[in-house]
């Protein structure tokens, strides 16, 4: 099998839950199983997959990559996807221990530091909170004494009244 054929695709990493995942279904082909035969070894070892490992789509996540991703169209499944985290996919090389699987799972996760590393070398999202943070700090130099009036003026506001003093005769 030529290694093209191994590698699996970075189309096939979806973000879901603020996560990067792959679907069970994309999984099952990789290795070359069905997708029943995957969350059946996954079921049978369920200790080993936490909730930050894999968790299965809400019918709306469902719904949203069908509507997003085309070639989910044609998945008629009966259950809602499970997705697998790059810790679950690691987990994946211990309970299918086949040659295929160790090798695809070693594929998986260099393409998950790339992504990672990649996400860290972007300098951009940095320089600008630096900037940011600058026209902050001027902002508030030069009008310091307006905001210190705002703040004065709140914690006015929060505090408890003073007692008042009744106007009148005193009767003791």
């Known amino acids: ?12 990493i979806y973000e879901i839950r603020g996560q990067k ?3 069970d279904s994309d999984l099952a082909k990789l ?6 035969v995957l969350n059946q070894v996954v079921k049978r070892n369920l200790r080993r997959f936490p909730l930050e490992f894999m968790f299965q789509l809400t019918e709306d996540e469902w719904i949203k990559q069908r509507s997003q991703y085309v070639i989910f169209n044609n998945d ?3 259950y809602k996807p499970y997705a697998f985290t790059e810790y679950g996919i690691l987990m994946l090389s ?3 221990n086949t040659n295929k699987a160790i090798d695809i799972n070693v594929q998986i996760i260099k393409i998950f530091v790339q992504m990672r590393q990649f ?3 972007q300098n951009d999202t940095s320089d600008q909170i630096a900037e940011l943070r600058k026209l902050l700090l001027l902002y508030i130099d030069k009008n310091d004494k307006s905001v210190n009036d705002i703040i004065i003026a709140l914690n006015n506001l929060i505090a408890q009244p003073k007692e008042t003093r009744k106007i009148g005769f005193r009767t003791d």
């Open 94 to 96: 211990s309970v299918l």
């Open 119 to 121: 996400a860290f070398s």
């Open 76 to 78: 008629s499944r009966k």
């Open 31 to 36: 290795y070359g199983l069905e997708v029943r």
């Open 21 to 23: 995942v792959m679907l």
């Open 1 to 12: 099998m030529s290694k093209n054929k191994l590698t699996p695709k970075q189309d096939m």
